[in-house]
Every structure is written in structure tokens, then in C-alpha cells.
């Protein structure tokens, strides 16, 4: 097809290859360049974009030429990168996000460690048999908090309900990791070196609700800081900083009786110094499988997306571990410069992302046919990156949490290659509302992000060393759904 004429006279002009990787956006295949003048910005693109597709309502795109985000005119960017107008610019666009604002902040009494949500779209909701859909204004939020204690919140920053205290089946210390495995049952762990899982229920008038103890379980040596769940199998993944990977079964009938020395009521040493419950009214169970192989404490863990007989994990001590679960075995290490404190996957990109002490997060293929350890390297944190969550509604999208304070969104198409390898910025950061209109500035003591979950419905959910929950959410932000087709989602 010849090109397309959109400029005005007496201005520069450039051509343009115009590229999607949405297929449900994409021009026809015939499209050639199309020449517009280089005094087009972001918002002149997108409502050129727009007229070629026809569109019944307008779409707000971004665009990336050569891995970066068009932030100003053509123009400008040509002349920052040493480019002549005659060459012919291949520029991809995409669904813009779009900058996230600030909804709500839930206090707590201690640092908030853990946090997820449960909505309509949430896993947990697609996990639960005869479950309800869940309607606007009926998703809840999941908090954990050094204090011990669960909460579960509706919208209104109203606890519905907070789990039973030291003494009635509750965490005897801090919760570091808290997750909803279903409408009706929710799983935790802590530095007290349990998991506990817990049935939950509202009242039929859904102001109400109530979280009993189910199972006790025991079996890790150590603080437990990381938990994963697959409840169409029944199990349990965990982290620890024993060193090892805990494999759990969440029915009771599955589940070997637990090590009797670690029990509560037959360990004194521990009763003192963690004044550690003596009740046994909750059912006590122990692993199916401790998987040991790091040298170091073991940050986090997840299932392989495409397949929940396979694991990762990983360490303090640098590495990237597979395991088959089945077998209980070790499968792969990969092994890196930085002592790793978190991950999560990006299933569509056959990618895993870890969290570095080194500030940064790697990409990963953890495939065996893998041949580089590092696919690229996402830059922009000032301190550890301790919780990672992906983009529901968009396979490059990747939320990170750190110590230095800040949430930041990543896309990870917006890239550079470098001698270093390809590396990436985020395109949004999320500051701490606990410093706005005071002193400290983000990054400082007190403002330490612990936890993250980014949810289709609810938005970015975040809780840290500031006590509190923080929930931000993008208006009109674009995601591609699972048909790829895109949709809008309002405030």
C-alpha cells in the first residue's frame, strides 16, 4: 500500500512504520510508512492511531520507538538520538496506563507484611467451587501485620474480620505472608514458624464476618516469609529462612502427622521465647516435603504458571531453583550476582522475575533451553526490591515493591539494549501517602514497602513499614483481556 500523507505544509516530516503487538489494534497487513510532521507528540499519535483503526471510542495509546516511551515530540526525540528525518521510524503502540491515583489507606497498629485481594477476577474467586461472583463493592482486602494478626477489609476501610489471638490458634509472632486460597479459606504464615489455615465466612448481610483456625502446620525451622498456593491441587508452597521449600497439602486427610519435637506443647525453648500457644484444639499436620538444596534463607516461592508440579525459588544465596514436585528433586540452579528477596512469573513471557538486594529486578527464562541466565535487567530502585507482583490485565506489565518506600510499574516492552545487556525503566512510581505534607521524603525510615498485589478489579494494593494499607488504581486504564481484546477499566 503507498504511504500515507498526514502532515502540513512548511513543516519537517518523518516516515512512520506503525506496529502492534495487540492483534486485536493491529493495522492491515498493507499498511506502509505513513508521513506525518515531526511536531507530533504522544496525543497526536494516538488520535491518528485512532482514525486508521476507525475506532468507536477513542483508545489512548502510548508509543515506543526503539524501546523507549515517546515522551515529547518526534522532533525532539530525533534530535536526541542523532537520527535524520529520512530514516523510516518503526513505532509500536500500545494501550496506555494510565497514571495511578491514590484511593484509599487502611491504618493498622504494626507494619503491614503482606497483603491480596479477592474480587471477581482474583484467583482465588476462579478456584472456588459453587463460589459467588463477587459484585462491585463486595471485593474484600487480605492484610497481614507484624502484630500477628489478620484482617479482612471491604472497600469502606472496614475490618470485617481479624483472626483469633496467641492462645485461640493465632500466630504467637509477626505474619509474613498471608493469602486467600478461595472465597471461603485463607492461608498465612509467619516468624513463628507456622502455616495456619483459616476457614472464612461472612454473615448472610455481608457486614460481618468471622475467620476460624482450620490446620496448624509445623515443619520449617525458621521464619517462614514466603507462601504460594494451588488450591485445584490442595497444595502449599513456602519459603524459609531455614533454608529449605516446604511442600504442604491444605487437607487435613492428606497430611503426614508433623515432627513431634516441633510442636509447640513439646518444645519449652521455644514456648519461652516465642510464648508460643499449648493448644491443640486445632488439628496439627506436617509436610509432604521439605526441599532442601539452598545454602541460605529462601525468600520466596511460586508455582510454575503452566505447570503446577513444577516450582521455583528463590535465595539469599544468589540462585534460581526448579524443582519437580512430584519427585521432590532438584531439577535446575541458575545462579546470579545478588543475594535474590523475591519473585513472581510472567507466564506469557516464559519469564520469572526475581528481586535483587543490588536494588534491581532480572528476568529470567527458566526454561533448561534457556542460554542466558539474564533476559533483561529493570533499573530504578534505591533499595532492596523485596515483593514483586505481575500485570493481570497485560502480559508485560510487572509492580515491584522496595525498602526504598516506592512501588514502581514496569512495561517490560519499554527497553534498551546496552553493553550491559537489555535493561529497562519503570514508567510509574507509586509513593508512600504516609510522607505527603510531611518531612521524610520516600525512601526514608518508616516508609519501607513489604508487601504488593495488583488486581484487575481492586488496583495496585500495597502495605509496608508505615502501618498502613495503600490502595491505588488508574482511571481509564487499558488492559488486553484474555481473548486480546482490549478493554477499559474505570474507577
Excluded at 500515507?4 to 506496529?19: F, I
Excluded at 496467641?166 to 472465597?183: C, E, L, R
Aim: charged share 20%.
Amino acid at each position: 500500500m503507498a504511504e500515507r500523507d498526514v502532515t502540513s505544509p512548511a513543516q519537517a516530516q518523518v516516515k512512520l512504520q506503525l506496529t502492534t503487538r495487540h492483534a486485536d489494534i493491529s493495522l492491515p497487513e498493507k499498511t506502509g510508512p505513513i508521513l506525518v510532521n515531526t511536531n507530533l507528540r504522544r496525543y497526536a499519535l494516538s488520535t491518528l492511531v485512532n482514525a486508521l483503526l476507525d475506532t468507536d471510542k477513542p483508545i489512548p495509546f502510548e508509543f515506543l520507538i526503539n524501546g523507549k516511551y515517546l515522551r515529547r515530540s518526534i522532533d525532539d526525540y530525533l534530535t536526541a538520538n542523532g537520527i535524520s528525518p529520512e530514516t523510516v521510524l518503526t513505532v509500536e503502540y500500545l494501550p496506555a496506563i494510565i497514571p495511578p491515583v491514590h484511593l484509599a489507606s487502611f491504618q493498622h497498629d504494626d507494619w503491614v507484611s503482606a497483603v491480596d485481594a479477592l474480587s471477581s477476577t482474583s484467583p482465588a474467586t476462579k478456584w472456588t467451587k459453587n463460589g459467588s461472583s463477587l459484585a462491585s463493592g463486595q471485593e474484600r482486602i487480605l492484610s497481614g501485620s507484624y502484630d500477628g494478626l489478620l484482617r479482612v477489609w471491604n472497600m469502606s476501610s472496614e475490618v470485617m474480620a481479624t483472626s483469633a489471638s496467641v492462645g485461640n490458634g493465632g500466630h504467637t509472632s509477626s505474619i509474613k505472608a498471608a493469602k486467600f486460597a478461595s472465597q471461603t479459606q485463607i492461608v498465612s504464615s509467619g516468624s513463628d514458624r507456622t502455616i495456619r489455615i483459616w476457614k472464612y465466612s461472612e454473615n448472610a448481610d455481608g457486614f460481618a464476618a468471622a475467620l476460624v483456625p482450620q490446620i496448624e502446620l509445623y515443619g520449617h525451622k525458621g521464619s517462614i516469609d514466603s507462601i504460594a498456593i494451588h488450591h485445584p491441587s490442595s497444595r502449599i508452597l513456602s519459603a524459609s529462612s531455614d533454608h529449605s521449600v516446604g511442600v504442604w497439602s491444605t487437607r487435613k486427610s492428606d497430611a503426614p502427622a508433623p515432627p513431634a519435637a516441633l510442636l509447640p506443647q513439646n518444645n519449652s525453648r521455644g514456648l519461652k521465647r516465642r510464648k508460643l500457644s499449648t493448644s491443640t484444639s486445632t488439628p496439627q499436620r506436617g509436610p509432604l516435603a521439605l526441599l532442601s538444596s539452598h545454602a541460605a534463607p529462601v525468600s520466596s516461592t511460586i508455582f510454575a504458571p503452566q505447570d503446577p508440579t513444577v516450582a521455583y525459588s528463590v535465595s539469599w544465596d544468589h540462585t534460581l531453583r526448579t524443582w519437580d514436585l512430584p519427585t521432590a528433586s532438584l531439577v535446575d540452579t541458575r545462579i546470579t550476582s545478588h543475594a535474590l528477596l523475591s519473585l513472581t512469573a510472567l507466564p506469557d513471557l516464559n519469564l520469572v522475575a526475581v528481586g535483587s538486594s543490588a536494588r534491581h529486578i532480572t528476568l529470567i527464562d527458566p526454561r533448561a533451553s534457556a542460554t542466558t541466565i539474564a533476559a533483561m535487567t529493570l533499573r530504578g530502585h534505591t533499595k532492596a526490591v523485596v515483593t514483586l507482583a505481575s500485570d493481570p490485565s497485560s502480559a508485560y506489565g510487572l509492580l515491584s515493591g522496595s525498602h526504598d518506600g516506592t512501588c514502581r510499574i514496569w512495561d517490560v516492552r519499554s527497553s534498551r539494549t546496552e553493553k550491559d545487556g537489555v535493561l529497562g525503566e519503570s514508567i510509574y512510581t507509586i509513593a508512600r501517602e504516609s510522607v505527603k505534607g510531611e518531612t521524610r521524603k520516600p525512601g526514608a525510615e518508616r516508609t519501607k514497602v513489604f508487601g504488593v498485589c495488583w488486581d484487575k478489579d481492586i488496583g495496585i494494593v500495597s502495605g509496608g513499614e508505615d502501618k498502613r494499607l495503600q490502595i491505588n488504581r488508574g482511571e481509564g486504564v487499558v488492559g488486553v483481556n484474555e481473548n486480546g481484546s482490549i478493554e477499559h477499566q474505570q474507577s
